[in-house]
């Protein structure tokens, strides 16, 4: 069977841990390609892949994950840390970051494809809150990359006790709850 190569070893071993298949990760791209059909057996289906057809095409098209290259990377970094220090700067137009307002407009349409990354997600956010905003800009982001915000999220929820300090009768002067 042919797979992409665009989905890295990572990826087919995380995809089928996700659904019931332990892969042992020791094991080289070549060899897990090869014996792919021997893992798709014991593949356990769900709502986002349904059958083995979809497993198969899902296999067969790019991966849905961004992986810029080294240079593309720094790239996309240098003009979203451009846009963060524009943002930090009260968003003025002083020529040392940018001269108008198309520039930084045209930066962050050429990078929000690559949400990904925290710092593009910083920058957009950045540029929604400027005073020279022409379109609002969301950045795509990965499911993937989304499950793993939602759960770091969840996690870094604190709780917060509430103390009740009540008096009550003579025989029992306070009384101390946390809800």
């Excluded at 069977?1 to 989905?7: A, C, F, G, N, Y």
């Excluded at 990572?10 to 060899?31: A, M, Q, R, W, Y």
């Excluded at 709502?47 to 992986?67: F, G, H, V």
């Excluded at 009540?166 to 709850?177: D, G, H, L, Q, Y």
Aim: glycine share 2%.
């Amino acid at each position: 069977m042919l797979i992409d190569k665009s989905h890295s070893k990572k990826d087919i071993v995380t995809l089928f841990k996700k659904h019931g298949v332990c892969i042992d990760s020791e094991l080289t791209k070549s060899k897990i390609v090869s014996e792919i059909d021997f893992y798709m057996k014991d593949f356990k289906y769900d709502d986002t892949i349904k059958n083995c057809t979809e497993l198969k095409e899902y296999l067969k098209k790019l991966s849905p994950k961004q992986r810029p290259n080294s240079q593309k990377k720094s790239e996309i970094m240098f003009k979203a840390k451009k846009i963060i220090k524009w943002g930090k700067n009260d968003y003025i137009f002083d020529g040392a970051t940018y001269k108008n307002t198309e520039d930084p407009y045209n930066d962050i349409m050429s990078i929000y494809m690559w949400g990904d990354l925290p710092s593009v997600r910083r920058a957009c956010r950045f540029y929604n809150y400027s005073p020279h905003i022409k379109n609002h800009v969301n950045p795509i982001i990965t499911k993937e990359v989304e499950e793993e915000m939602n759960n770091n999220k969840i996690i870094k929820q604190q709780v917060i006790y509430k103390l009740n300090i009540r008096r009550a009768t003579k025989e029992n002067p306070i009384m101390v709850s946390f809800d």
